[in-house]
């Protein structure tokens, strides 16, 4: 099979928008398979990758890399097919085309709507940091980088390992 024109198959060209993509769902699927395998075994709560996601009904639409909520508190709208609510837990994967929405906007956004629990995964950094609401404003729970694992505070039994997610 011959690769068409438009391709260039060489080691020397490197889309670092393309790595960051690739790096990105490398990373997401593998925190959201840790995760499911948790709520298999804890099933507390229902978990959502990349959908929908309205914090008021006629409200602007959020699409968070993951989001969590607890059974009692389900954003589910089925009828919609979307999320309508505050969800307690929401996860973001950082790339370089999402760093300056994520880390400052969402990150403003989810605290002021009382998201309980923002996770801001850095792939390139191999870095996670974890805050929690408290009183209305959002505090560092804890920053791990490299190695090790990361827990929750909003869900202690959930645990990440650093070197299996990145």
């Given amino acids: 099979m011959e690769l068409p024109d438009t391709l260039v198959a060489s080691d020397d060209i490197v889309d670092e ?4 993509r690739t ?3 490398i ?27 309205y914090f008021t009904p006629d409200g602007r639409k ?7 909520s607890f059974r009692e508190n389900d954003i589910l709208n089925e009828e919609r097919d979307i999320l309508i609510g505050t969800p307690d837990l929401i996860m973001e994967v950082i790339s370089p085309t999402s760093l300056m929405e994520d880390t ?19 792939p390139s950094l191999r870095q996670i940091s974890i805050y929690f609401l ?3 404003s959002y505090h560092l ?17 959930f645990q990440l390992d650093l070197e299996t997610i990145f």
């Fill in 104 to 122: 400052t906007k969402k990150y403003r956004d989810y605290q002021h709507f009382g998201v309980k629990e923002y996770w801001i995964i850095f």
């Fill in 17 to 20: 928008k393309d790595m960051s």
């Fill in 62 to 68: 959020y699409i968070p890399d993951l989001c969590f």
């Fill in 134 to 136: 408290d009183q209305g």
């Fill in 27 to 53: 990373t997401l699927l593998n925190i959201g398979s840790d995760f499911l395998h948790y709520l298999k075994r804890q099933p507390v709560g229902m978990l959502y990758m990349e959908a929908d996601l």
């Fill in 141 to 157: 729970h804890r920053v791990i980088a490299e190695s090790g694992q990361v827990q929750s505070r909003l869900l202690p039994d």
């Fill in 23 to 25: 790096r990105h769902g």
